[in-house]
């Protein structure tokens, strides 16, 4: 099909005379969005919108791929005319076409095979579909060859990187498809003759181009090939590199080591980005994560990578990994997978399990600020997770730099299958060496009798929400010989069916804290608390021990959440209980404070707890513990007394006890009073006064006291039923019941 050849020059009459300093206006078409035009063919430089016409009435003018609205007005901005829908070449190719796409083989196909003019015609039509399939390559051209007829010329559109790119197929026949990059909006015609009888499809011998070479982004998405370098890398744009690969072949069948690992490397070689593995199944050796790069499967129910070498060991120990870094004394960052499921085999994991004793499914040693979403790992013998610092030997996981810590992953909805029955802590998730400040929301484990998670050498690590089910333990923390756990947390895993103790925290933890959910079926203890100042706050039992109170700026008047802290009460007042309610200086809000300590002996004098009131400020008064109630022993027998302290934060002293016998005593004789002046009590309630120092007394009663109450000489008595002479009674002799004498 042929074309008018375009004017050099674009030039703009009106009533048939040049349109002399005349305005072009150009708008994307159907708006009044502006939508650049250019001054030559290579858009380098935009003409300014409007365009200015010369003395000619002529611009030149260039137009990008799309549909234009065209508006000419004279200089005075009075409207010439109107055109909506102006096509930028002369097929109408625009942009959103451009997402429909043109390398889908079988679109062109069949747009190709009716003629060559049928098929140039329908290059702005076929559908991008296929990008993710690798169709940037010689099987499009032969897909199309297949169904042409003997001594046709035949035409299709194919996307190319930069003029001189050439792509050849040899086909079934001897004939040959030649394709040659020119400036055609980013990719080429194609020409191609059959030479001899019609091929058949399906006996075509495809040779792969090269896959296609991202740039990176620089301007908006006009052409194919800037639709081709914003799509993610698919591993089947290397699928020609699978071990056993042939066109016709089967997938599952190939080892697609070499393909994913070279389209891993070539993903990190452009920056980084999504290598893309479309549902399926990978069969593979030993495959290497890089920096920036994520994996993306379609759902672990779609995307398998399969394990088949259970016998590789890694560098310098007995083990073998799966997925890893390389061991090249770097460290991998920003990396991931998502949506697929690491396997050595997709049934009968248990199996597996055990024929595979010595590989690890995904060892994240070394490996920093990763991300994993939606990950299964299953029938990995020697873990299904391992979080490490890489270091030479064993405890580094066989890599031979030392200086490369695995930390700051997150990893969220993992689930783990018959994983870890052969390392040394039967972990399926094992924190294997300093493995610090790594988070796990969600994970659903079943590892057969093992232990979900092992923590021998780690700190500050979340695991959040799962459960685990026919295990033997949920978690244990530190272990003997190694430098220890600390301030690891996990909260809130449902426990089913657990053979062993659910959580165990070993002699050298400390500081680590549990919150568990539901559990049914533990057959141990819901904690074993061997080492110092762990914390387990479940329904029937409540540990919450740490080694320090937080500093002064933890505890403030913007902190009005509650709190509650205990550092490991003994007995002594070093070791307090913080309590903080959840409105500041508004009173503790809980029904019951417990003060428990199975250590604390009652020894005649020595406390046995204290709430304590302390201003830590400072700015109303001398910082320090200002009041405090205590619970003290006054004898070995459990007899227990109430003291009240009061003072500043400097000057704190008892000021009142209550007596295991009942009795209210000044810590001080002739001290303390009750109420002043300005502050009196409205009644006291008593059946005898005794002022002084105790001997006289003064009570009441019905009758005469006389023969009825005994009394010190001084004593008073009012009578309340007396009259005049009978209602105020004296003692005023003997030591008895008599010597009253009424006033």
Known sequence: MANLMP????????????????????????????????????????????????????????????????????????????????????????????????????????????????????ASRVDLGALDQAVTDAQAAADIAAGAVSGSVNTFFAATKAAGDTLAASLADGATVIVTADESQGGVRVRYTVASAALTAGVVDTAVMTQWERTALSKAIVTVNGALDSANVSVWEYAHLAGGYTPAGDPTTWDWTPAINAATAAVAATGGGILHFPQGDYKATRLITRTLVKWRGDGQANTYLLCTDASSTDAGVAFGSFIRKADDGTRALYGGISGMTIATAKSSVSAAQDANPNVIGLNLTACERFKFDDVAIQGFGYAGLVFARAEAGAEGMGFTNTTQDGNYNTVTSLH?????????????????????S????????????????????????????????????????????????????????????????????????????????????????????????????????????VTQFPPVSSVSTLHNHGMAQLTGINGDDSYPLYVKSDQYNDGVRYPVIRLWDSNIALLAGKYIGKLEAENRDGSGGAAGIGGAIGFIAEATGGQTAITLETGTGTTRVERWRVTNAGNFNPFADNSYSIGTAALRAANVFSSQFRPGTGGPIWTSGVGTPEGAVTAPIGSLYTRTDGGAATTLYVKETGAGNTGWVAK
Not at 52 to 68: P, Q, R, T, V
Not at 72 to 94: E, F, P, R, Y
Not at 453 to 465: E, F, K, Q, S, T
Request: overall charge neutral; glycine content about 10%.
């Open 7 to 122: 004017l050099p020059k674009m030039r703009f009459t009106n009533a048939g005379r040049p349109l002399v300093g005349g305005k072009v206006f150009f708008y994307v078409a159907g708006t009044t969005i502006p939508k650049n035009t250019f001054k030559d063919r290579s858009q380098a430089t935009a003409n300014t919108n409007p365009v200015i016409l010369d003395s000619n009435g002529e611009a030149d003018i260039w137009l990008e791929m799309g549909y234009y609205k065209v508006v000419l007005k004279t200089s005075t901005d009075v409207v010439v005319w109107t055109v909506d829908g102006v096509a930028a070449n002369a097929n109408g190719l625009n942009i959103d076409d451009l997402n429909q796409a043109v390398t889908d083989s079988q679109a062109a196909a069949g747009e190709a095979a009716s003629s060559a003019t049928d098929a140039e015609e329908s």
């Open 416 to 436: 783990i299958i018959s994983c870890g029955k052969f390392n040394p802590d039967e972990a399926a998730v094992w924190f294997k060496y300093k493995a610090n």
């Open 438 to 545: 790594n988070k796990i929301f969600g994970l659903y484990c079943k590892p057969a009798s093992l232990v979900a998670v092992a923590i021998p050498h780690g700190n500050d690590n979340l695991i959040c929400g799962g459960s685990v089910e026919s295990s033997k333990s949920i978690a244990t923390f530190g272990k003997v010989g190694a430098v220890g756990a600390s301030g690891n947390v996990v909260l809130s895993m449902r426990a089913e069916v657990l053979s062993g103790d659910a959580y165990v925290f070993a002699a050298n933890s400390s500081n680590n804290t549990v919150l568990p959910g539901y559990q049914t079926g533990v057959t141990g203890s819901v904690a074993v608390l061997t080492g110092p100042n762990n914390r387990v706050i479940t329904e029937h039992l409540n540990y919450l021990r």
